[in-house]
């Protein structure tokens, strides 16, 4: 079962950040936050990763709290093309271990 | 070019059939998954290769077996198809890495097979 927890939708207005919360109180110490995307009908993507420090790369920004029991996930100037499924996902960093896959988050973006 | 690939994309089957499902990766990962995704949109690992080894098998009945020929291809054949079979297929790959900061183990998906048994 998956350890996180989301809400089940989110709104967001294009041009806007979208900021997508996640729970994941029962996180162990070596446990990673890791977040993926599907857009309708494709495969899932990655987004971003992190341990306890905040992490920033091209597509989003990762804020996990001070006690890691829960994160953001931020896409700074939301679009059309960011409507889709979110997942949090937590995990350990080793060798061919499997995403457990919650319900997600879908984030509709609308102009 | 594309780094991970399936086919067929679609693939429609009477139930009791025996049919495969091809995945191959091009970007010289060493482990390979299968998902399943449902009706209810739940995605599910099935199974993970390393090194053509298998290194997850999850609850899935034994009519499903992957094979792995090599370290570029991981197939899924499925005997005697059912109807609650049906559901979209995902082929994953990853490089393992200890470097947490990387994007190793970072897993990419390809495109999918959906499947129909009817």
């Known amino acids: 079962d998956a350890k996180t927890t989301q809400p089940t939708s989110m709104d967001c207005a294009e041009g806007r950040a979208a900021n997508l919360p996640c729970n994941h109180s029962?996180?162990?110490?070596?446990?990673?936050v890791y977040w993926y995307r599907q857009i309708h009908s494709q495969g899932p993507q990655y987004i971003i990763h992190?341990?306890?420090n905040n992490e920033t790369n091209e597509m989003a920004s990762l804020i996990i709290t001070e006690d890691r029991k829960s994160s953001t996930l931020i896409l700074p100037h939301a679009t059309l093309r960011d409507t889709a499924v979110y997942y949090c996902?937590?995990?350990?960093?080793?060798?061919?271990?499997?995403?457990?896959f919650g319900k997600g988050t879908t984030l509709s973006v609308s102009s | 070019d594309t780094a991970v690939s399936q086919t067929p994309k679609y693939l429609v089957t009477q139930m009791g059939n025996d049919k495969s499902i091809k995945c191959e990766q091009n970007?010289?990962?060493?482990?390979m998954y299968w998902y399943k995704q449902d009706s209810k949109k739940f995605l599910k690992i099935m199974f993970s290769?390393?090194?053509?080894?298998?290194?997850i098998n999850e609850t899935v009945p034994n009519r499903f077996s992957p094979k792995s020929p090599d370290k570029a291809h991981l197939n899924l054949h499925i005997n005697s198809l059912e109807l609650g079979d049906s559901a979209v297929y995902f082929c994953?790959?990853?490089?393992?890495?200890?470097?947490?900061?990387?994007?190793?183990?970072?897993?990419?998906f390809g495109p999918g097979t959906r499947l129909t048994v009817l």
């Open positions: 994953a790959s990853s490089q393992t890495s200890q470097r947490s900061r990387s994007s190793y183990n970072e897993q990419f």
């Open positions: 029962t996180i162990s110490g070596n446990e990673y």
């Open positions: 992190g341990l306890k």
């Open positions: 996902i937590v995990r350990l960093n080793q060798a061919g271990t499997a995403l457990i």
């Open positions: 970007l010289g990962h060493d482990t």
């Open positions: 290769y390393n090194n053509k080894e298998l290194i």
